[in-house]
């Protein structure tokens, strides 16, 4: 698993060029895009995902796993149908995007477009982590603490989401890392419009059809982003006693 | 002062309970395991929602049914100590205690801490996490955390079901004491009938979600009046029997049970009438020879059968033509050579015997 990551890496550090490419507005806008868009399409997962997966974690109905089956499809949908799937919703002529489209919302091919896309692939890994997060958290904590006078909000900040929290750390980090990754879905519904829709594995296709130095400078550069990320939560894992 | 019903059905289950306790006071819920206890106290915790009831807390309405005013948990002020105690983990002992205490200045705060911290024994706990708590130190910890935003009520649910035997006693007392402190009403949830002694100012016994008994502990548990009390109790000898003469002038009765003939006291209760009688096996004594000069007046013969050992003694089997259980220490039955076969005489005193039910038609 290790050695492709460290071929590419010994690749893009020896290529001529590095630093030139590594600091081309291409590189960098691609980067950015990548940063920005993952970052908010975090903040979306993490906002409906959290109390979603909560309440999953504690809802005793059995229509629940009907409810799971669909929050993990994408986890095994190939992105693209997923890409495809979006466009059927918000296209032009899509189930949503017909409606939309009178009052000048379109989202294809836009930057919503790119973090719907990544939102879609990777709210299930996090999903799944948050609601095995709380899931170990014992009701009798929650109870004990409304029956000290702090109401079911506060418990829930003061008490669930510290006891989940190296588990809500997992799955920031495994969906950060997926949305960050995405591809299929993003050039299916996203296109891949330079400093508008191109993120980080777009552009390294895009390179890769013309220059296969660049592409692999970038590759590189994307490891190193996903492995700091990855670093950073992994250590707020441990900081937070898991 | 706190009172309150409840009627409701909880899966299947029914609950119908009342009670009413005054400050100060320790009321012990008594039963076995499934006989409502916990649902009790969750019910009036305000962690489970009832159909039917009334419950008043320190003077404040928590659950009227008839008005549909149902107070949530976190707004009825209740300490309560669940089984296993549930500190939260990821809390020093000192946050643990001062969870509650959100609405004080940070010196008030301090101020309350230090002080429970103190008379729980806990200043050199306090930064510790509850995993490092022995459980003793943990029902302290609890019990200070329950305490600390000065409860109107307070409910302990089985307060050392988690303990072993010699943790347990101690506890036990250490924890009278520290409720002897406390001014706030109790209610407390038990199984064990020595919790119940110790601890209880009235006891409140339930069995399959009704109230069957309620009154002093000591004179509830020493001679229970009803067959499913008794039986709930663990009264090892039990037997049903009538009425064969009565003496006033001895304050005594003959009963005929089985083959034998026991003398108990005296009851509001005919000749032939079928009565239930009950004898702890604490009090069944034994010897190996016929034992002259004894003003006891049941002496039977019989014959040992088994020996059981457990944490408090050992319990002896005799057949007497009827089987009677005694308990005794290990060294009596040593010194007795008391084995299977053993010729032996049981011996106990009418005044040993009660009447379970006052009489059984």
């Given at each position: 698993?290790?050695?492709p990551?460290?071929?590419?890496?010994?690749?893009?550090?020896?290529?001529?060029?590095?630093?030139?490419?590594?600091?081309?507005?291409?590189a960098?806008?691609?980067?950015?895009?990548?940063?920005?868009?993952?970052?908010?399409?975090m903040?979306?997962?993490?906002?409906v995902?959290?109390?979603f997966s909560?309440?999953?974690?504690?809802s005793?109905?059995p229509?629940?796993?009907?409810?799971?089956?669909?929050?993990?499809?994408?986890?095994?949908?190939?992105?693209?149908?997923?890409?495809?799937?979006m466009?059927?919703?918000?296209?032009r002529?899509?189930l949503?995007?017909?409606?939309?489209?009178?009052?000048g919302?379109v989202i294809?091919?836009?930057?919503?477009?790119?973090?719907?896309?990544?939102v879609?692939v990777?709210?299930?890994?996090?999903?799944?982590a948050?609601?095995?997060?709380f899931?170990?958290?014992?009701?009798e904590?929650?109870?004990?603490?409304?029956?000290?006078g702090?109401?079911?909000?506060?418990t829930f900040?003061k008490?669930?989401i510290?006891?989940?929290?190296p588990?809500?750390?997992?799955?920031?980090?495994?969906?950060w890392?997926?949305?960050?990754?995405e591809?299929?879905?993003?050039?299916?519904?996203?296109?891949n419009?330079p400093g508008?829709?191109?993120?980080?594995p777009?552009?390294?296709?895009?390179?890769?059809?013309s220059d296969l130095?660049?592409a692999?400078?970038m590759?590189?550069?994307?490891i190193?982003?996903?492995?700091?990320?990855?670093?950073?939560?992994g250590f707020?894992?441990?900081?937070?006693?898991? | 002062?706190?009172?309150g019903?409840i009627?409701t059905s909880?899966?299947?289950f029914y609950?119908?309970?009342?009670?009413?306790?005054?400050?100060?006071?320790?009321l012990?819920?008594?039963?076995?395991?499934?006989?409502?206890?916990?649902?009790?106290?969750r019910?009036?915790a305000?962690?489970?929602?009832?159909?039917?009831?009334?419950?008043?807390?320190?003077?404040t309405?928590?659950?009227d049914?008839?008005?549909d005013y149902?107070?949530?948990?976190?707004?009825?002020?209740?300490?309560?100590?669940?089984?296993?105690?549930?500190?939260?983990?990821?809390?020093?002992?000192k946050?643990?205690i001062?969870?509650?205490?959100?609405?004080?200045?940070?010196?008030?705060?301090?101020?309350?801490?230090?002080r429970?911290?103190?008379?729980?024994n806990?200043?050199?706990?306090?930064?510790?996490?509850?995993?490092?708590?022995?459980g003793?130190?943990?029902q302290?910890v609890?019990?200070?955390r329950a305490?600390?935003p000065?409860p109107?009520?307070l409910?302990l649910?089985?307060?050392?079901?988690a303990?072993?035997?010699?943790t347990?006693?101690?506890?036990?007392?250490?924890?009278?004491?520290?409720?002897?402190?406390?001014?706030v009403?109790?209610?407390?949830?038990?199984?064990?009938?020595?919790?119940?002694?110790?601890?209880?100012?009235?006891?409140l016994?339930?069995?399959?979600?009704?109230?069957?008994?309620?009154?002093?502990?000591?004179?509830?548990l020493?001679?229970?009046?009803?067959?499913?009390?008794?039986?709930?109790?663990?009264i090892?000898?039990l037997?049903?029997?009538?009425?064969?003469?009565?003496?006033?002038?001895?304050?005594?009765m003959?009963?005929?049970?089985h083959?034998?003939?026991?003398?108990?006291?005296?009851?509001e209760?005919?000749?032939?009438?079928?009565?239930?009688?009950?004898?702890?096996?604490?009090?069944?004594?034994?010897?190996?020879s016929?034992?002259?000069?004894l003003?006891?007046?049941?002496?039977?013969?019989g014959?040992v059968?088994?020996?059981?050992?457990?944490s408090?003694?050992?319990?002896v089997?005799?057949?007497?033509?009827?089987?009677?259980?005694?308990?005794?220490?290990?060294?009596?039955?040593?010194?007795?050579?008391?084995?299977?076969?053993?010729?032996?005489?049981?011996i106990?005193?009418?005044?040993s015997c009660?009447?379970?039910?006052?009489?059984?038609?």
């Amino acid at each position: 698993m290790l050695f492709p990551i460290i071929a590419l890496l010994v690749k893009a550090v020896g290529v001529d060029d590095f630093l030139p490419t590594l600091s081309s507005k291409i590189a960098l806008d691609a980067l950015r895009l990548s940063l920005f868009s993952s970052a908010i399409s975090m903040i979306i997962v993490i906002l409906v995902g959290t109390p979603f997966s909560y309440f999953l974690a504690r809802s005793r109905l059995p229509a629940i796993r009907i409810v799971d089956i669909f929050v993990e499809l994408p986890l095994v949908l190939p992105p693209v149908v997923a890409g495809l799937a979006m466009l059927m919703v918000f296209g032009r002529y899509g189930l949503l995007g017909r409606w939309l489209e009178p009052f000048g919302i379109v989202i294809p091919f836009t930057l919503v477009s790119v973090i719907f896309a990544q939102v879609f692939v990777a709210a299930p890994f996090y999903i799944r982590a948050a609601r095995l997060g709380f899931q170990m958290v014992k009701v009798e904590y929650e109870e004990l603490s409304q029956t000290l006078g702090v109401g079911p909000l506060q418990t829930f900040w003061k008490i669930t989401i510290p006891l989940a929290w190296p588990s809500l750390l997992g799955g920031i980090a495994l969906a950060w890392a997926r949305a960050i990754s995405e591809f299929g879905a993003t050039i299916m519904f996203a296109g891949n419009f330079p400093g508008r829709t191109q993120t980080m594995p777009l552009a390294i296709l895009s390179a890769l059809e013309s220059d296969l130095s660049v592409a692999i400078i970038m590759a590189g550069m994307l490891i190193f982003v996903s492995f700091l990320l990855l670093t950073i939560l992994g250590f707020l894992r441990i900081k937070s006693g898991d | 002062m706190s009172e309150g019903w409840i009627r409701t059905s909880v899966g299947g289950f029914y609950l119908d309970v009342a009670w009413e306790v005054a400050p100060g006071e320790v009321l012990v819920v008594y039963g076995s395991s499934g006989a409502g206890k916990t649902l009790m106290l969750r019910a009036i915790a305000g962690l489970l929602k009832v159909h039917k009831g009334y419950i008043e807390v320190g003077g404040t309405v928590v659950f009227d049914e008839r008005h549909d005013y149902w107070l949530p948990a976190h707004m009825r002020n209740i300490g309560y100590v669940p089984q296993n105690y549930s500190l939260f983990p990821h809390l020093s002992v000192k946050k643990n205690i001062s969870y509650g205490l959100f609405d004080l200045t940070p010196t008030q705060v301090d101020h309350r801490v230090d002080r429970l911290l103190k008379k729980f024994n806990l200043v050199d706990l306090k930064d510790q996490l509850p995993h490092h708590l022995s459980g003793g130190e943990q029902q302290r910890v609890a019990l200070a955390r329950a305490l600390a935003p000065e409860p109107k009520l307070l409910l302990l649910d089985e307060p050392f079901s988690a303990l072993d035997i010699q943790t347990r006693r101690h506890l036990r007392s250490e924890l009278s004491n520290l409720l002897n402190f406390s001014n706030v009403p109790i209610i407390l949830v038990t199984h064990d009938h020595d919790d119940a002694l110790v601890l209880g100012d009235r006891i409140l016994v339930i069995d399959s979600g009704r109230v069957i008994e309620q009154g002093d502990p000591l004179e509830l548990l020493g001679r229970p009046s009803s067959l499913i009390f008794a039986s709930l109790i663990g009264i090892e000898n039990l037997y049903k029997g009538f009425v064969l003469s009565r003496s006033a002038y001895n304050g005594t009765m003959l009963c005929k049970t089985h083959d034998i003939t026991l003398e108990v006291p005296i009851a509001e209760i005919a000749e032939g009438d079928i009565v239930n009688i009950g004898v702890r096996a604490r009090d069944v004594l034994i010897a190996t020879s016929y034992p002259y000069g004894l003003s006891a007046r049941n002496l039977i013969p019989g014959e040992v059968i088994s020996l059981e050992m457990d944490s408090n003694g050992i319990e002896v089997s005799i057949d007497v033509g009827v089987l009677v259980r005694s308990r005794v220490t290990q060294e009596a039955a040593r010194d007795l050579h008391l084995g299977p076969g053993t010729k032996v005489w049981v011996i106990i005193k009418a005044s040993s015997c009660f009447l379970v039910d006052g009489r059984a038609r």
